[in-house]
């Protein structure tokens, strides 16, 4: 609409920025930007990484709104206001979308605007509950929105600046570690182990894999961490599972007795993320330990667990 309104020499006669307190010293952090999204899509051509400042869980936000008003026009309004919002946005149905913050500061009075005006705002230790998560059915943002309310059937000013918001835990009381076998009937037998079942976002993997019985030539193992991200409720659930991390682990064909050590940093991939289970009944994002064993036919064997992912110290740029 903005650009319509140009073209038609109808463009808004003023423009709004958004400068937040401490903006130069504040830790920042990457983040996908989708302003669209598809069911079952990998990202977007119009997706783009923003770093947006970093916000804890009770931290105030504050800042000014300056709106500047263009040469020899001036702007009548109804008003301008700002909100602190947090939303979560389902990409493939927009109407299941769903705000559960909401504040708002009233920062003018209806009048005209002819010159150049600051306006100071605060939401003081504002609750923000939740993670900022972009992933590929459904994010969840935290923003401030200003607004000028102007006439009747003319569009409102609008001006969205976007936040990043983290929380950190503290290590489980139980991190028990996983062991599991895989086995094919007077073919193959083996057992593998990993330290723990639960993970920091910078932590290792570490673990062995035992071959107790091998009969089939096998080419190569691999070990892969899988995301399953599921959007909606009850029959509106959408599911997408990615491959976020993949290691190799051998290459070759095992002999029986043979012991494989496996590591894995998690700190080298940038899509993980810790794990949410029922975010406000919207989403959850889990992580599955996928051991892979493939033959010289190209046929694959694998056994899988599920792990448990936490932060446990700020993801900063």
């Not at 993997?205 to 009969?215: A, N, T």
Request: with cysteine.
């Amino acid at each position: 609409m903005d650009a319509a309104l140009g073209l038609l020499g109808l463009g808004f006669p003023c423009e709004i920025s958004v400068d937040l307190d401490d903006a130069s010293t504040r830790r920042y952090v990457n983040q996908n930007q989708s302003s669209s999204g598809v069911h079952g899509g990998a990202k977007q051509p119009n997706d783009k990484v923003e770093a947006l400042p970093l916000y804890t869980e009770d931290e105030t936000v504050a800042g000014r709104v300056t709106i500047s008003i263009k040469d020899g026009k001036e702007l009548q309004h109804r008003g301008v206001k700002v909100e602190f919002i947090g939303s979560i946005e389902m990409l493939y149905d927009r109407e299941n979308s769903q705000e559960f913050t909401s504040l708002v500061r009233h920062l003018d009075d209806p009048g005209t605007l002819t010159k150049q005006s600051q306006y100071a705002f605060q939401f003081t230790n504002v609750e923000k509950t939740f993670d900022t998560y972009s992933g590929i059915n459904v994010r969840l943002r935290y923003f401030l929105r200003v607004t000028v309310l102007r006439a009747q059937y003319t569009p409102d000013v609008v001006k969205e600046v976007d936040i990043c918001v983290q929380h950190c835990d503290q290590d489980p009381n139980a991190n028990s570690p996983i062991r599991m076998e895989v086995g094919i009937e007077d073919a193959l037998h083996i057992e593998f182990e990993y330290n723990k079942s639960k993970f920091h976002l910078r932590d290792v993997v570490i673990g062995k894999v035992y071959f107790l019985l091998v009969r089939i030539n096998l080419k190569r193992m691999e070990v892969e961490i899988r995301k399953r991200e599921s959007a909606g409720s009850g029959a509106n659930v959408y599911n997408e599972t990615d491959t976020v991390m993949k290691f190799e682990v051998m290459d070759g064909a095992p002999v029986r007795g043979e012991s494989i050590p496996v590591r894995m940093f998690l700190s080298a991939c940038k899509a993980l993320t810790p794990t949410y289970r029922s975010v406000n009944q919207k989403f959850s994002v889990k992580y599955y330990l996928n051991l892979v064993l493939v033959d010289e036919d190209d046929r694959r064997y694998f056994k899988q667990h599920e792990i448990s992912i936490w932060r446990a110290d700020f993801e900063t740029l």
